[in-house]
C-alpha cells in the first residue's frame, strides 16, 4: 500500500516524558506516523489525537528538527541526559530513504557527545553504520532492532511492510561488527498464542546468541483502544480460533496475570539457559555512574 508523506516544522526537536521508561526521559521522533504496518503498533492513537489521518498512511517529516535539535542540546542547562530515538515512529522507516533526516541527525549528537537509544526494524540504519560507530566512540548509543518472531509467514502478517525476520538478524550481526555502539533484540511484543510458545522463544534466542547481540529482551502485548481494534482485525482474518482466547485475555487491555506470569517466567527459564542477559538498562546505567564518578573526580 502506498503512503504519503507530508512536510511539516517542529518547535522543539525532542521532550520531556511524563514518566520515565526503562532508562531513558526523553523522547525523539522524526517522523509522525509509519509505514510498517505493524498490526500490534501501540502508537496508533497519537495519528487521531493529532487529528492527522492514518497512521499507517499519513507519514508526516520534521524537516527542521536537526536545526531545533542543535538548539536544544546547546543550552547550558542541558546535561547530556539519555535520548530514545524513535520510540513512536521508526526513525529508518521507507520515507528516510529519500529525507536522510538521519543523517543530519547523527552529526547533531556527535557534536555535542549526547547519548541515545535508537529503535528500528529497517536495514536502511546500515547506511549510517559510520556515523553511528562515531557517535558510540564518544558516548553511550544503544540500538535495539526489534525482532518479533523468526517466522518469515506470521512476519509478514503481523509486520507486513517491514523487512524480513532473517534481515533484520543479518543487521544486528552487521552492527555488531562494525559499531561500537551496545546492540540489542528486542522480542516487543510477546503475542500469546502466536509468538511466545517455547520453541519460538528458543529459536530468538539462538539468534541472539547467533547475532553475538549483547542482550536480548521481551515484553508483554499491550491492547488498547485503537490498537485493540486493528489487532483483533488481524486476528480475526489470520487467527479467528484466537479472538474468543483473547477476549478473556485482555478483558482490561492489560494480559491477564496468571498467563502473564507464566511467559515471564519461560522467558527468565530460556534466557538463564542460554546465557542471554535480558536487562537492557543495565548498560545505560554502567555508563551514566561511570560518567558520574568521572564528574567527581574532577572536584
Not at 529519500?98 to 557527545?113: A, T
Request: net charge positive; proline share 4%.
Amino acid at each position: 500500500m502506498e503512503h504519503s508523506v507530508n512536510e511539516i516544522t517542529c518547535k522543539k526537536a525532542f521532550r520531556k516524558l511524563s514518566r520515565r521508561i526503562g532508562p531513558y526521559e526523553y523522547d525523539m521522533n522524526i517522523y509522525r506516523g509509519c509505514a510498517h504496518r505493524c498490526a500490534y503498533c501501540y502508537a496508533l492513537y497519537s495519528q487521531r489525537y493529532l487529528n492527522q489521518g492514518d497512521f499507517y498512511h499519513d507519514i508526516y517529516v520534521k524537516t527542521n528538527i536537526a536545526e531545533k535539535l542543535d538548539q536544544q542540546l546547546a543550552s547550558p542547562h542541558w546535561q547530556r541526559q539519555l535520548i530514545n530515538i524513535g520510540s513512536v515512529s521508526d526513525s529508518y522507516q521507507p520515507a528516510e530513504a529519500q529525507y536522510e533526516m538521519m543523517r543530519q541527525i547523527l552529526p547533531v549528537m556527535i557534536r555535542h557527545r549526547n547519548p541515545c537509544v535508537l529503535s528500528t526494524k529497517s536495514d536502511l540504519i546500515l547506511r549510517d553504520l559510520e556515523l553511528i560507530d562515531e557517535l558510540a566512540s564518544v558516548t553511550y548509543v544503544n540500538i535495539a532492532v526489534t525482532i518479533t518472531t523468526t517466522d518469515e509467514k506470521l512476519a509478514s502478517i503481523v509486520e507486513p511492510n517491514a523487512i524480513s525476520p532473517q534481515r533484520r538478524k543479518e543487521v544486528v550481526a552487521l552492527i555488531k561488527k562494525h559499531t561500537k555502539a551496545t546492540v540489542g533484540i528486542h522480542v516487543l511484543p510477546l503475542m500469546p498464542m502466536i509468538n511466545d510458545a517455547e520453541a519460538s522463544l528458543r529459536t530468538l534466542m539462538e539468534w541472539i546468541q547467533d547475532t553475538h547481540a549483547d542482550y536480548g529482551t521481551f515484553g508483554s502485548l499491550h491492547l488498547h483502544g485503537v490498537t485493540k481494534h486493528t489487532y483483533f482485525q488481524m486476528l480475526q482474518k489470520h487467527f479467528p480460533q484466537l479472538v474468543k482466547p483473547y477476549q478473556q485475555l485482555y478483558r482490561d487491555g492489560h494480559l491477564e496475570r496468571a498467563y502473564a506470569q507464566t511467559i515471564h517466567q519461560r522467558v527468565r527459564n530460556l534466557a538463564q539457559e542460554y546465557g542471554i542477559e535480558t536487562d537492557y538498562m543495565k548498560f545505560a546505567n554502567e555508563y551514566f555512574q561511570k560518567r558520574y564518578h568521572q564528574q567527581l573526580s574532577l572536584f
